[in-house]
């Protein structure tokens, strides 16, 4: 056993070494491991791997021994089961806390116990509200990742899901809920990479940086173009299809159309593209790209141009947004194609609070919704009114729609409710 291990440290630290030490000595060759199972044998693994159900779960690991010959299994505890800490007198660790778990030390043993994160302590909130029977019949349960961070989106039942950072706040990227297919769908990696992207390099750079192009449920846009150079990219993760790896094509020469990933339904710009056939761009990104120029030429000339607001902000579709303003001065909702939804609308003189507090959020659940009975009821400026009534129950539900209290018959029940202003209109 001690030559064995002699072998392996040369290896390790003289891998060239090693490479030329080419005879019979090279360790772990083909058929070694029979001969020294044959010799030592290995300890039988935990069951955990092989069953990984409810109660015993595990995953398959090298072997820490010679050459890993052995089947490995690291169990993975679950919540309320004995870990160890690790240091002296600890024992030897054999397994760890499942996902979401931490070791706490408790009186006698160690224990596995769920992280402690804002998102658990949100669960636990509920689960105590739940308890004391004072949820409403259309809440749900936050959900965390295995991190015991914010999932990366959260859904209203019977409405929409949207796209959410990891520490909960609501980021860009929203569809229809469609329960099991959602989840198979909403990734939200396109979102959440704009987040990141802003939040480590946003405010430290004069002017804005680009990401990557999104599409409305937070996912990568299937094209990527590095200037007139196009490749099909994954919606999941943004980088090269594995579908079309050697794919690419020239802007110069082609059309974006002819990409065999190219799918119309989520091309937002057909018209801009018809126009600029060589760039891979929008015209919120073209116009901030102008306002841009403008600037570093001011400074060349030595005067500082300032626009006021600063530079336009293009959603990570790389739209103006899903607010605009109209030709009489009055901001309204519009979808992703800059179409206006239904007749929401504020005017800054005549009700300057609905005017800036404006988001459409309500505006663009109703437009996901199409057809669908029971869209949410919202304020004249889109924005989700603050009591929603249904089937005879009214509730109170938050700026994203979500219902916050247990619903009632009676609207003066709920906290939400006001008697200075009419709910019905906001
Ligand atoms: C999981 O499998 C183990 C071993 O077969 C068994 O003892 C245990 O009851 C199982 N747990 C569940 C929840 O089925
Ligand atoms: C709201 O209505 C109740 C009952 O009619 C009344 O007692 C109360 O003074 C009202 N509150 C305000 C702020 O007007």
Request: charged content about 25%; proline content about 5%.
């Amino acid at each position: 056993m001690a030559t064995f291990n002699f072998k392996l440290c040369i290896c390790f630290l003289f891998p060239l070494f090693c490479l030329v030490y080419n005879d019979s000595s090279i360790l772990c060759e083909v058929g070694f491991c029979r001969t020294h199972l044959h010799d030592t044998g290995c300890t039988t693994p935990p069951i955990h791997c092989s069953v990984n159900n409810e109660t015993h779960r595990g995953i398959n690991l090298l072997s820490p021994t010679v050459c890993n010959c052995c089947e490995y299994c690291m169990p993975l505890y679950g919540e309320g089961e004995h870990c160890s800490r690790g240091g002296p007198g600890t024992g030897s660790t054999v397994g760890r806390c499942g996902d979401g778990l931490y070791c706490w030390p408790g009186e006698e043993d160690n224990y596995c116990g769920r992280m402690k994160s804002d998102c658990h302590s949100a669960q636990d909130r509920y689960d105590e509200r739940e308890r004391n029977g004072e949820l409403g019949a259309l809440e749900e349960r936050p959900r965390c990742d295995g991190k015991g961070k914010y999932y990366k989106f959260e859904c209203v039942p019977a409405q929409t899901c949207f796209c959410q950072a990891d520490d909960g706040r609501r980021l860009f990227g929203e569809v229809l809920n469609l329960g099991v297919v959602t989840e198979n769908t909403m990734h939200c990696g396109c979102s959440r990479f704009h987040d990141l992207m802003n939040s480590v390099i946003g405010s430290g750079v004069p002017a804005p940086v680009v990401g990557p192009r999104c599409t409305a449920d937070g996912n990568y846009f299937p094209i990527r173009c590095i200037n007139n150079i196009c490749y099909c990219v994954d919606k999941i993760t943004g980088i090269i299809s594995k579908d079309y790896p050697t794919v690419h094509i020239d802007l110069e020469r082609q059309s974006i159309a002819q990409l065999p990933c190219y799918e119309k339904d989520l091309d937002l710009f057909e018209e801009f593209d018809k126009e600029h056939p060589a760039t891979f761009s929008s015209p919120c990104l073209m116009k901030q790209a102008e306002m841009v120029a403008e600037v570093l030429d001011s400074e060349e000339d030595e005067f500082n141009l300032d626009f006021f607001g600063g530079f336009p902000e293009c959603l990570p579709d790389w739209t103006f947004g899903r607010i605009a303003v109209n030709s009489a001065g009055h901001k309204v909702c519009v979808d992703e194609r800059g179409r206006q939804i239904e007749n929401y609308h504020a005017d800054r003189k005549t009700d300057p609070a609905a005017y800036n507090n404006m988001d459409c959020k309500c505006a663009l659940t109703r437009k996901l919704m199409g057809d669908l009975p029971e869209k949410p009821v919202c304020c004249r400026n889109g924005n989700f009114r603050r009591i929603q009534c249904r089937r005879g129950m009214c509730r109170c539900v938050d700026s994203d729609g979500r219902q916050t209290e247990k619903e009632t018959s009676d609207v003066t029940e709920l906290s939400c409710y006001d008697n200075d202003t009419d709910w019905r209109t906001c």
